[in-house]
Protein backbone atom coordinates (compact mmCIF):
# COMPACT_ATOMS: atom_id res chain seq x y z
CA UNK A 1 0.00 0.00 0.00
CA UNK A 2 1.27 3.86 -0.18
CA UNK A 3 0.08 6.89 1.39
CA UNK A 4 1.27 10.48 0.07
CA UNK A 5 2.64 13.21 1.77
CA UNK A 6 3.20 17.01 0.68
CA UNK A 7 6.40 17.58 1.86
CA UNK A 8 10.13 16.29 0.88
CA UNK A 9 11.11 12.84 2.47
CA UNK A 10 14.25 12.14 3.73
CA UNK A 11 17.04 9.71 2.25
CA UNK A 12 17.18 7.65 5.51
CA UNK A 13 16.77 7.46 8.99
CA UNK A 14 13.26 7.74 10.96
CA UNK A 15 10.11 9.65 9.53
CA UNK A 16 7.42 10.78 12.15
CA UNK A 17 4.12 12.11 11.17
CA UNK A 18 1.32 13.40 13.50
CA UNK A 19 -1.02 13.54 10.55
CA UNK A 20 -4.88 12.50 11.89
CA UNK A 21 -5.93 11.51 8.62
CA UNK A 22 -3.21 8.98 7.93
CA UNK A 23 -3.03 7.60 11.33
CA UNK A 24 -6.50 6.60 10.89
CA UNK A 25 -6.33 5.20 8.09
CA UNK A 26 -3.43 2.99 9.06
CA UNK A 27 -4.79 1.86 12.59
CA UNK A 28 -8.45 1.82 11.88
CA UNK A 29 -8.95 1.24 7.93
CA UNK A 30 -5.99 -0.75 7.12
CA UNK A 31 -5.14 -2.02 10.47
CA UNK A 32 -1.76 -2.22 10.12
CA UNK A 33 1.23 -3.16 12.95
CA UNK A 34 4.34 -2.15 13.27
CA UNK A 35 6.75 -3.93 11.54
CA UNK A 36 4.56 -4.00 8.66
CA UNK A 37 6.07 -2.22 4.91
CA UNK A 38 4.62 -0.29 2.85
CA UNK A 39 5.59 3.06 0.30
CA UNK A 40 5.43 6.64 1.14
CA UNK A 41 5.38 8.93 -1.92
CA UNK A 42 6.69 12.43 -1.62
CA UNK A 43 6.74 15.40 -4.22
CA UNK A 44 10.10 13.91 -5.68
CA UNK A 45 10.73 10.68 -4.20
CA UNK A 46 8.81 7.11 -2.90
CA UNK A 47 10.58 5.60 0.09
CA UNK A 48 9.99 1.92 1.09
CA UNK A 49 9.38 2.40 4.94
CA UNK A 50 8.77 0.47 7.53
CA UNK A 51 5.88 1.35 10.10
CA UNK A 52 7.34 1.22 13.67
CA UNK A 53 4.98 3.01 15.92
CA UNK A 54 1.47 4.32 15.60
CA UNK A 55 1.27 6.18 18.93
CA UNK A 56 1.52 9.06 19.83
CA UNK A 57 2.10 9.65 16.40
CA UNK A 58 3.02 8.00 13.32
CA UNK A 59 6.72 6.79 12.86
CA UNK A 60 8.62 5.19 10.15
CA UNK A 61 11.94 3.89 9.37
CA UNK A 62 12.88 4.91 5.72
CA UNK A 63 14.70 1.82 4.01
CA UNK A 64 15.38 3.12 0.67
CA UNK A 65 13.78 5.59 -1.73
CA UNK A 66 13.62 6.08 -5.64
CA UNK A 67 12.44 8.95 -8.13
CA UNK A 68 8.94 9.59 -7.92
CA UNK A 69 7.51 8.45 -11.71
CA UNK A 70 5.90 11.60 -12.89
CA UNK A 71 3.43 12.26 -16.00
CA UNK A 72 4.62 12.65 -18.63
CA UNK A 73 1.94 15.41 -19.89
CA UNK A 74 -0.24 18.17 -17.53
CA UNK A 75 -4.33 17.64 -18.06
CA UNK A 76 -6.27 20.70 -16.62
CA UNK A 77 -9.73 19.93 -15.89
CA UNK A 78 -11.66 23.31 -15.53
CA UNK A 79 -15.19 21.71 -14.49
CA UNK A 80 -18.09 24.22 -13.34
CA UNK A 81 -19.36 23.83 -10.46
CA UNK A 82 -22.39 21.18 -9.93
CA UNK A 83 -23.96 19.58 -7.22
CA UNK A 84 -22.25 18.57 -4.40
CA UNK A 85 -21.69 14.45 -4.98
CA UNK A 86 -21.28 15.49 -9.01
CA UNK A 87 -18.47 17.64 -8.36
CA UNK A 88 -16.88 15.24 -6.19
CA UNK A 89 -17.31 12.28 -8.10
CA UNK A 90 -15.67 14.08 -11.07
CA UNK A 91 -13.02 14.70 -9.16
CA UNK A 92 -12.99 11.27 -7.98
CA UNK A 93 -13.25 9.61 -10.93
CA UNK A 94 -10.63 11.92 -12.81
CA UNK A 95 -7.87 11.29 -10.22
CA UNK A 96 -8.45 7.98 -10.99
CA UNK A 97 -8.50 8.29 -14.82
CA UNK A 98 -4.98 10.72 -14.68
CA UNK A 99 -6.10 14.29 -14.77
CA UNK A 100 -3.14 16.08 -13.14
CA UNK A 101 -4.87 19.50 -12.03
CA UNK A 102 -8.34 20.14 -11.40
CA UNK A 103 -9.69 23.79 -11.11
CA UNK A 104 -13.86 24.25 -10.57
CA UNK A 105 -15.24 26.98 -11.90
CA UNK A 106 -18.06 29.57 -10.93
CA UNK A 107 -20.13 30.34 -13.90
CA UNK A 108 -23.00 32.22 -15.17
CA UNK A 109 -25.28 28.80 -15.13
CA UNK A 110 -23.23 27.58 -11.33
CA UNK A 111 -25.70 26.45 -8.77
CA UNK A 112 -24.12 25.61 -5.94
CA UNK A 113 -21.21 27.67 -4.75
CA UNK A 114 -19.02 26.95 -1.68
CA UNK A 115 -19.80 28.84 1.36
CA UNK A 116 -16.06 28.30 2.63
CA UNK A 117 -13.66 27.37 -0.29
CA UNK A 118 -10.73 26.86 1.24
CA UNK A 119 -12.63 23.59 3.90
CA UNK A 120 -14.39 22.65 0.12
CA UNK A 121 -10.49 22.11 -1.43
CA UNK A 122 -9.26 20.30 1.70
CA UNK A 123 -12.36 17.91 1.21
CA UNK A 124 -11.78 17.39 -2.79
CA UNK A 125 -7.71 17.14 -1.62
CA UNK A 126 -8.63 13.85 0.64
CA UNK A 127 -10.94 12.77 -2.16
CA UNK A 128 -8.69 12.60 -5.12
CA UNK A 129 -6.37 11.39 -3.01
CA UNK A 130 -8.16 8.41 -1.68
CA UNK A 131 -9.00 7.91 -5.45
CA UNK A 132 -5.21 8.11 -6.31
CA UNK A 133 -3.97 5.50 -3.56
CA UNK A 134 -5.98 2.86 -4.91
CA UNK A 135 -4.37 3.56 -8.60
CA UNK A 136 -0.83 3.06 -7.08
CA UNK A 137 0.39 6.51 -9.12
CA UNK A 138 3.17 8.30 -7.06
CA UNK A 139 1.57 11.47 -7.63
CA UNK A 140 -1.38 13.10 -6.74
CA UNK A 141 -3.47 15.55 -8.62
CA UNK A 142 -3.29 19.37 -7.49
CA UNK A 143 -6.81 20.52 -6.33
CA UNK A 144 -7.50 24.55 -6.77
CA UNK A 145 -10.46 26.49 -4.77
CA UNK A 146 -13.11 27.43 -7.19
CA UNK A 147 -12.59 30.36 -9.44
CA UNK A 148 -14.73 32.65 -11.14
CA UNK A 149 -15.42 31.98 -14.83
CA UNK A 150 -13.57 34.88 -16.76
CA UNK A 151 -10.82 34.21 -14.66
CA UNK A 152 -9.56 30.94 -15.87
CA UNK A 153 -7.25 32.12 -18.28
CA UNK A 154 -4.54 33.61 -16.06
CA UNK A 155 -5.09 30.48 -13.68
CA UNK A 156 -2.31 28.66 -15.85
CA UNK A 157 0.73 28.95 -18.00
CA UNK A 158 1.90 25.93 -19.02
CA UNK A 159 -1.05 24.85 -21.31
CA UNK A 160 -0.22 24.99 -24.85
CA UNK A 161 -3.84 24.50 -26.01
CA UNK A 162 -7.46 24.64 -24.38
CA UNK A 163 -10.06 22.46 -25.83
CA UNK A 164 -13.85 22.64 -24.73
CA UNK A 165 -16.96 20.34 -25.49
CA UNK A 166 -19.13 21.46 -28.21
CA UNK A 167 -21.47 19.74 -30.32
CA UNK A 168 -20.37 21.33 -33.40
CA UNK A 169 -16.81 20.53 -32.70
CA UNK A 170 -14.10 18.53 -34.21
CA UNK A 171 -14.50 14.88 -33.77
CA UNK A 172 -12.08 13.76 -30.96
CA UNK A 173 -9.69 11.53 -33.21
CA UNK A 174 -8.75 14.65 -35.12
CA UNK A 175 -8.68 17.24 -32.20
CA UNK A 176 -6.63 14.90 -30.22
CA UNK A 177 -4.37 13.59 -33.05
CA UNK A 178 -1.55 15.85 -33.13
CA UNK A 179 -2.21 16.95 -29.55
CA UNK A 180 0.62 18.85 -27.31
CA UNK A 181 1.24 17.36 -23.90
CA UNK A 182 0.15 20.42 -21.73
CA UNK A 183 -3.54 20.75 -22.41
CA UNK A 184 -7.14 21.81 -20.44
CA UNK A 185 -10.49 21.16 -21.18
CA UNK A 186 -13.17 23.60 -20.33
CA UNK A 187 -16.53 21.73 -19.12
CA UNK A 188 -19.74 23.72 -18.56
CA UNK A 189 -22.52 23.28 -15.24
CA UNK A 190 -25.54 21.24 -15.57
CA UNK A 191 -27.26 24.42 -17.62
CA UNK A 192 -24.36 24.35 -20.12
CA UNK A 193 -22.26 27.65 -20.61
CA UNK A 194 -24.19 30.73 -21.30
CA UNK A 195 -23.81 32.35 -25.07
CA UNK A 196 -21.83 35.32 -23.50
CA UNK A 197 -19.10 33.03 -22.09
CA UNK A 198 -19.17 30.96 -25.08
CA UNK A 199 -17.98 33.88 -26.82
CA UNK A 200 -15.27 34.35 -24.11
CA UNK A 201 -14.09 30.50 -24.15
CA UNK A 202 -13.89 31.18 -28.40
CA UNK A 203 -12.05 34.66 -27.92
CA UNK A 204 -9.47 32.65 -25.96
CA UNK A 205 -8.30 30.35 -28.49
CA UNK A 206 -10.34 27.17 -27.46
CA UNK A 207 -10.62 23.83 -29.83
CA UNK A 208 -14.16 22.55 -29.69
CA UNK A 209 -14.81 18.95 -29.21
CA UNK A 210 -17.57 17.04 -29.97
CA UNK A 211 -19.02 14.22 -28.51
CA UNK A 212 -21.71 13.72 -30.63
CA UNK A 213 -25.29 14.70 -30.70
CA UNK A 214 -26.62 13.17 -27.51
CA UNK A 215 -26.85 15.66 -24.59
CA UNK A 216 -24.28 15.02 -21.77
CA UNK A 217 -24.26 15.80 -17.71
CA UNK A 218 -21.77 17.72 -17.29
CA UNK A 219 -19.54 14.39 -15.35
CA UNK A 220 -20.17 12.10 -17.97
CA UNK A 221 -18.69 14.97 -20.40
CA UNK A 222 -15.34 15.24 -18.57
CA UNK A 223 -14.62 11.77 -17.84
CA UNK A 224 -15.25 11.36 -21.74
CA UNK A 225 -13.29 14.05 -23.47
CA UNK A 226 -10.63 12.96 -20.66
CA UNK A 227 -10.51 9.58 -21.48
CA UNK A 228 -10.42 10.16 -25.34
CA UNK A 229 -8.10 12.27 -24.63
CA UNK A 230 -5.99 10.08 -22.85
CA UNK A 231 -6.31 7.37 -25.35
CA UNK A 232 -5.26 9.21 -28.62
CA UNK A 233 -2.41 10.52 -27.02
CA UNK A 234 -1.09 7.04 -25.87
CA UNK A 235 -1.28 8.34 -22.05
CA UNK A 236 -3.89 6.07 -20.93
CA UNK A 237 -1.51 3.20 -20.18
CA UNK A 238 1.34 4.80 -19.65
CA UNK A 239 0.99 6.42 -16.74
Known sequence: MKIYLDDSLPDTGFLRLDDPFWSHYLANVRRLSAGEKLEIAGPERVAEAELTALEPALQFEILSTRPANKPCYSLWLLQSLTRKKKIEDSIKRGAELGITHFLPLISEHTVRRPNNPSKQRDRWRRIALDATRITGRDWTPEIFEPLEFKRFPGAFEEIDKLFWGEPTGQAPEVAFSKSPANVAFLVGPEGDFSEEEKEFI??????????????????????????????????????
Open 202 to 239: KKNDATPVSLGDAVLRSGTAALALTTLWLHYTNNLASQ
